[in-house]
Each structure stands twice: as structure tokens, then as C-alpha cells.
């Protein structure tokens, strides 16, 4: 698919979610002079005047009152809301208007005397509109640019949106487009590639954001470098689903930025392989991070897959090199050198407990090792297929034999941000005495860790020095440039600390 999109200077919009005028001054203070926009979302604000707004002349505000029946909380009337924005401005505050594109025509005309409007379209049931009906939509309504927000959860709906998007484009129509929602995430960051005018942030130290799926502005700078988004640059990215709990933007960002490369990465949350690929053909992807669930799948997409991707059976790293995609898998590396660093090579005997593309990747490294293993998971099947691959033997989850192996590796999700009060029901009589090694690494301290330890066992491995591992091998593979593993597991670390911080603040 040839999309023709031109690329726009990067803009961000602030959306300020404040609650009174004490808040919105608070706000604006901290931020004014760091963005381009300020939107100040009226119907939001409580007890206000006139007056007390004052304090925003000559600065670029974005003036929004959003009414109810498009998502907002203003219960009023248009003619009461649009009587607001006369007074603001008559006292020539602000430069530019949202108002939505059901508002009668006359009163629309009356606001471009005083703003320039963005005339907006807002869609949250998941459905897409028509492009006949928006073109001539846009057409009988005055504008002087267009905004469309639509909460879409399958990519073959964003990729239309995308055609949506190319054919304003072509008719002359500036604008904002907006996926609402996680699966908008790549394109808030990746606006500029598409045209937009800006891209809607909220503040990093805000509870809660005016619309659903908006980065922090303060991810905008420091993790992305979002201002420094040229047509020349680099994108690279995780591709899964889900993906926003991924700490690789914050790893391979900060990686790409003290290498000194225009390079930025960004989480692709994607239900869809068939629709989402003419989006990395269009964009200038140099590689991919490929998570569940799509390490099986992405494989019919390339080009040329490595020996112990091909072996595998699964891709969790893709490069995009001389016109080909080509497939790698750096998860045995991930697993096997954090273990052999930690305990040195040893002939270790293995449970493996799950039967996924993680646990094909242990597999594999188990036997180039030499070491047997057992394979056990909930559906026995699965566990014979990946036994029978690899050399190893499955055991049914009621008749494994503690006695027969000194190392279990967990490879199955379960215990993972969000749901860290999970963990696989494994018995204690499995942990004690054992090396255990759970490759979850978000929390680095998972639920069957501390099990573990309190079962006696002999030691335990957190899934985050096989994550840093793996990252490092990504970016050597990407960019033919080594990092050390250990400063990969610091920066997971700090992110994570920090990212838990945020939690315990706000629980």
C-alpha cells in the first residue's frame, strides 16, 4: 500500500485535565514555553468567570467545551456554550476553537471571527465513518482545519482510517487525527510522519487524562524525543498485544539516544499482522521487537529468518536490511547467558513449565547445551509437540517427578503486569532445593519468586537479565553496535522502580 503522506513539523498540543481555575494556572505555568498548544478543556473546569481566565492573553491556548453528547460535561446548550466563547473572544484570549461538526453552521461562522476553529468528529463506539460523508461534511461546515477521534480496536479499521486520513490530505484539509485508546499509541507518537498538525499529550503528573490513550508530555521529550522527529529518522518498535506494559520503548529509546542515533521506537499494539504490515513497509521501520502473539505468525512476512530463528520456530526480532525482512530470535541468548553468568555451565536438568514461543526458545538452548529437560504444561499436547522438537521428554502437569531435575524455568506469562497477584499453581514440593527461574520480568519480584524462596529454594532468576540480554543482542542485530548487558538491566530496573513509584502514589 503507497500512502502519500507529507511529513509535518512536530507539534504538541497540551490537553490540561484541570478541575478548577487554581489547577489550570498551576499547570500552566509548569508547561508554558515547552509546548506549542495549550488546550484548556472548559467544560472540565469548575467555578470559573471570565476574569479568572484572563491570566492566559497572549498565550496559545486551544479553548475546548466539549457538550455531553460528544463525550464531554458541558449539560448545556450550544447557543450557551458558543455565548462562552463569544465573550473569551471578544477579549481576544486564545487563538484557536474546538467545536464539533453537529453544531448549526451560523454559530461555527460566528467563532471564526474571533478563532481559528478546528472543526472536530469524535466516534467512540468503535465504528468507522464513511469518507463520502466526512468529505461533505467538512465541506458545508467552516473550518480552518479538521480534527477526527475515533476509538478503533482492529487494525484493519485503522488502517482504513489511514485511507481517511490520505484523503483529507489530498483535499487540502490540515487536521489532528487521533486513534483513542491503546491502539492509538503509535500514532500520537509518529504524528509527524502522518501530516498532523500536532499531537494531543497530557501532563506527566496528571491522574487522569481528557481523552483515553494520551502519552505523557514528559514521554514525549525524554523517551521518544518527539521535537527531534525528522523525515530521515529511524523507527523501530514492539510488536504485540498487548504492549503497554513494555519496558523496551524505555530501553531501546535511551539506547538509540546515548549511541547518538535518529532513531525512535514505539509500541505497536496489534490484533492483526495482515492488516498492520503495509504500515512497516510504509514507515522507515528498521526493526521490530516481536512479543506475543505474534513470534509464530510473523514468520509468512519475511523475507529470510537466522538458524536459531528457523530452529526455533519462532521470531522475536526483525531487521529490516538492504530492501529484506529477516527474522531472528535473540531469546535463547536472553535465557542462557543470564543463567550460565549467574550459576556458571553446568549439566543441568530442566522442567520447563509452559509450552509457548518463550519455552520453544529454552528448548532450543537446553539442547545446543546438551542438558535433558522435561516439558509440562496444562494443555499435554503442546507439551509433546515442543518435547518431540527439541529432544526433551513431556510429563503430564499431575506426574511431574521432583527428583529428576535441578532447574525450573517458568515460561508462561502468568504473574505479568497487571496481574502480578497471579502466578502458575505450581507446587511447593517442585521449588525446594531448585534453581528457579521465572522469565517474567515486570515485576522483576513475581509471585512464584517469592514462593520460592519462602518453599526453600536453592536460588531464583528473574526474567529481567534474559530481558536485558535479548535487547542488547536486538540493538547489536539493528545497529551493529554493542551495549553491555548489565547497562541494560539498569535502565529496566530504574524504569520499573520509578514506573511502581507512580503506582503507589496514586493507589
Known amino acids: 500500500m503507497a500512502w502519500r503522506f507529507r511529513f509535518a513539523t512536530p507539534r504538541i498540543c497540551l490537553s490540561l485535565p484541570a478541575r478548577s481555575v487554581r489547577e489550570l494556572q498551576r499547570l500552566v505555568h509548569a508547561y508554558e514555553g515547552r509546548v506549542d498548544l495549550l488546550e484548556v478543556r472548559l467544560d472540565w473546569l469548575g467555578d470559573w468567570t471570565i476574569e479568572d481566565l484572563e491570566f492566559l492573553r497572549d498565550r496559545p491556548v486551544l479553548w475546548t467545551f466539549r457538550p455531553v453528547r460528544q463525550g464531554g460535561e458541558f449539560a ?52 468507522l465513518p464513511s469518507w463520502p460523508g466526512l468529505r461533505d461534511l467538512f465541506r458545508i461546515k467552516p473550518h480552518d482545519a479538521v480534527k477526527i477521534a475515533l476509538r478503533l480496536d482492529r487494525w484493519a479499521d485503522i488502517v482504513r482510517f489511514l485511507d481517511i486520513v490520505e484523503a483529507c490530505q489530498a483535499e487540502g484539509l490540515n487536521g489532528v487525527w487521533v486513534v483513542m485508546g491503546p491502539r492509538g499509541t503509535w ?52 510488536l504485540g498485544d498487548p504492549v503497554v506494559h513494555s ?20 509500541p505497536f499494539a496489534v490484533d492483526d499482522l495482515a492488516a498492520f504490515w503495509p504500515l512497516v513497509r510504509f514507515l522507515p521501520v528498521g526493526g521490530l521487537s516481536v512479543t506475543i502473539p505474534h513470534k509464530i505468525d510473523v514468520l509468512r512476512y519475511l523475507d529470510d529468518v537466522d538458524e536459531a530463528a528457523r530452529a526455533i520456530g519462532a521470531v522475536n526480532t526483525v531487521i529490516h536490511r ?47 547445551a ?71 520480568y515486570n515485576p522483576p519480584e513475581t ?51 520509578r514506573q511502581s513509584e507512580m503506582f503507589n502514589l496514586f493507589d
Open 76 to 127: 448545556g446548550t450550544d447557543s450557551e456554550r458558543v455565548g462562552v466563547l463569544r465573550q473569551i473572544g471578544r477579549r481576544r484570549l486564545g487563538q484557536w476553537v474546538d467545536i464539533e461538526f453537529d453544531v448549526w453552521p451560523p454559530l461555527i461562522t460566528e467563532l471564526r471571527s474571533y478563532f481559528k476553529v478546528l472543526l472536530s468528529y469524535h466516534q467512540y463506539d468503535g465504528r
Open 247 to 266: 519496558v523496551s520503548p524505555y530501553i531501546h529509546n535511551r539506547l538509540f539516544q546515548e549511541a547518538g542515533l535518529a532513531a525512535h521506537y514505539v
Open 187 to 238: 500514532l500520537r507518537v509518529l504524528m509527524p510522519w502522518f501530516g498532523g498538525l500536532w499531537t494531543y499529550a497530557s501532563p506527566g503528573v496528571a491522574v487522569q487524562t481528557t481523552a483515553e490513550g494520551q502519552v505523557a508530555v514528559e514521554e514525549l521529550w525524554q523517551v521518544y524525543r518527539y521535537p527531534e522527529m525528522a523525515p530521515d529518522h529511524r523507527i523501530y518498535g514492539i
Open 447 to 497: 509471585r512464584l519468586l517469592r514462593q520460592a524462596r519462602a518453599a526453600g529454594a536453592q536460588a531464583v532468576l528473574s526474567g529481567l537479565p534474559m530481558l536485558a540480554e535479548q535487547a542488547a543482542e536486538q540493538f547489536r542485530l539493528w545497529t551493529l553496535q554493542t551495549v553491555r548487558p548489565d547497562d541494560v538491566t539498569t535502565l529496566a530496573q530504574t524504569h520499573l522502580e
Open 370 to 440: 546438551g542438558c535433558p529437560f522435561w516439558v509440562t504444561n496444562r494443555t499435554h499436547e503442546k507439551a509433546e509437540a515442543l518435547a518431540r522438537r527439541f529432544g526433551g521428554a513431556a510429563v503430564p502437569w499431575d506426574a511431574v517427578d521432583p527428583t529428576v531435575f535441578d532447574l525450573l524455568v517458568h515460561t508462561t506469562p502468568l504473574g505479568m503486569v497487571p496481574h502480578t497477584d497471579q502466578g502458575p499453581p505450581i507446587p511447593d514440593a517442585w521449588l525446594a532445593g531448585k534453581i528457579v527461574y521465572d522469565l517474567v
Open 322 to 368: 538492504e530492501d529484506a525482512w529477516v527474522g531472528a530470535n535473540t531469546d535463547w541468548v536472553g535465557f542462557w547467558r543470564p543463567l550460565v553468568r549467574r550459576f556458571g555451565a553446568r549439566p543441568w536438568r530442566a522442567l520447563i513449565v509452559g509450552a509457548g514461543g518463550a519455552a520453544h526458545a529454552v528448548a532450543y538452548a537446553l539442547r545446543r
